[in-house]
Nanobody, 124 residues
Framework: QVQVVESGGGLVQAGGSLRLSCTASGRTFSNYAMGWFRQAPGKEREFVATINWSGGVTFYANPVKGRFTISRDNFKNAVYLQMNSLKSEDTAVYYC?????????????????WGQGTQVTVSS
């Protein structure tokens, strides 16, 4: 089993920044690719960003490109999502997910382990 736990959500004004953190435990963290997804009220869960096992490969959803940065620290078993220039449309519950393979992925179905989510609210 892999346990995934997010932290770092909160309330921020438009234009501000937040940094989300996620830890995954249970197996060798460097064997996982990791992803961030989000779900706004009344909408489906959507892809935000993903990173491969080494951190050398990343992909972003178009709405967050240039504003969000995903990174990881395999020594700390952690992945991060730095969110800058936040907009009201970024308001959602953000989920961290792990897949027990090394390659990054953008679809929810490719991830087997999920955290419980952390709320991010951007006020305009």
């Amino acid at each position: 089993q892999v346990q995934v736990v997010e932290s770092g959500g909160g309330l921020v004004q438009a234009g501000g920044s937040l940094r989300l953190s996620c830890t995954a435990s249970g197996r060798t963290f460097s064997n996982y690719a990791m992803g961030w997804f989000r779900q706004a009220p009344g909408k489906e869960r959507e892809f935000v960003a993903t990173i491969n096992w080494s951190g050398g490969v990343t992909f972003y959803a178009n709405p967050v490109k240039g504003r969000f940065t995903i990174s990881r620290d395999n020594f700390k078993n952690a992945v991060y999502l730095q969110m800058n220039s936040l907009k009201s449309e970024d308001t959602a519950v953000y989920y961290c997910a792990a897949r027990t393979t090394v390659t990054a992925a953008t679809m929810t179905s490719e991830y087997g382990y999920w955290g419980q989510g952390t709320q991010v609210t951007v006020s305009s």
